[in-house]
């Protein structure tokens, strides 16, 4: 059975950058079939796709466009995790965050999620 | 980007009932489409993928139907555990993108 732990700051302040770590443990970060997605939710956007990062021979890496110029994913093959990093962050990006599994890249869904980290932009 | 719209926005059921909820795609997805569960304080729950197969473990009273950009999500027989907000997510093409979401309330 495939579970997520995330990690990471409940309270970022403006212009700096949000960070949060997703370990992973039933499954491997280096899966050849998998996809590690990050995903938020507020009330002003719902349920919003941020990217993914997936490793076949190499890691390949797809973001949204709307947060593509200050996000980066990365693959901790050592720890079996991946994290987050947000930058710039402006009160909009207060939301949970939530990791997800795509399990077979050609699915493009989401069968395995994190708990949720509540994270609020305020100074 | 393809939007997903959802209706209706909540429903007022009660137990035993049948529930319908439709999603509609901005443009044809053949059947890339998902289905999950959320309850207050929790992730998401996948109960259908790839518009009518039933993930493991989700009980068979729940079933979907639809291709292209018209899709609907069934629950027979509500019961207490399924009152809960329903999702849609099109799994066709970047950026993946979810429906506004129903909220399955109790009458």
């Known amino acids: 059975q495939v579970q997520l732990q995330q990690s990471g700051p409940g309270l970022v302040k403006p212009s700096q950058t949000l960070s949060l770590t997703c370990a992973i443990s039933?499954?491997?970060?280096?899966?050849?079939?998998?996809?590690w997605n990050w995903i938020r939710q507020s009330p002003s956007r719902g349920l919003e796709w941020l990217g993914r990062?997936?490793?076949?021979?190499?890691?390949?890496?797809d973001y949204a466009v709307s947060v593509k110029s200050r996000i980066t994913i990365n693959p901790d093959a050592s720890k079996n995790q991946f994290s987050l990093q947000l930058n710039s962050v402006t009160p909009e990006d207060t939301a949970v965050y939530f990791c997800?599994?795509?399990?077979?890249?050609?699915?493009?869904?989401?069968?395995?999620w994190g708990q949720g980290t509540l994270v609020t932009v305020s100074s | 980007d393809i939007q997903m719209t959802q209706s209706p926005s909540s429903v007022s059921a009660s137990v035993g009932d049948r529930v319908t909820i439709t999603c509609r795609a901005s443009?044809?997805?053949?059947?890339?489409l998902a289905w999950y569960q959320q309850k207050p304080g929790k992730a998401p729950n996948l109960l259908i993928y790839?518009?009518?197969t039933l993930q493991t473990g989700v009980p068979s009273r729940f079933s979907g139907s639809g291709s292209g950009t018209d899709f609907t999500l069934t629950i027979n027989s509500l019961q207490p555990e399924d009152f809960a907000t329903y999702y849609c997510?099109?799994?066709?093409?970047?950026?993946?993108?979810f429906g506004g979401g129903t909220k399955v309330e109790i009458k």
């Open positions: 997800a599994r795509d399990p077979e890249y050609a699915l493009s869904i989401f069968d395995s």
């Open positions: 039933g499954d491997s970060v280096s899966s050849n079939g998998a996809a």
């Open positions: 990062t997936y490793y076949r021979s190499n890691w390949y890496y």
């Open positions: 443009q044809g997805i053949s059947i890339s």
């Open positions: 790839t518009a009518s």
């Open positions: 997510q099109q799994a066709n093409s970047l950026p993946f993108t």
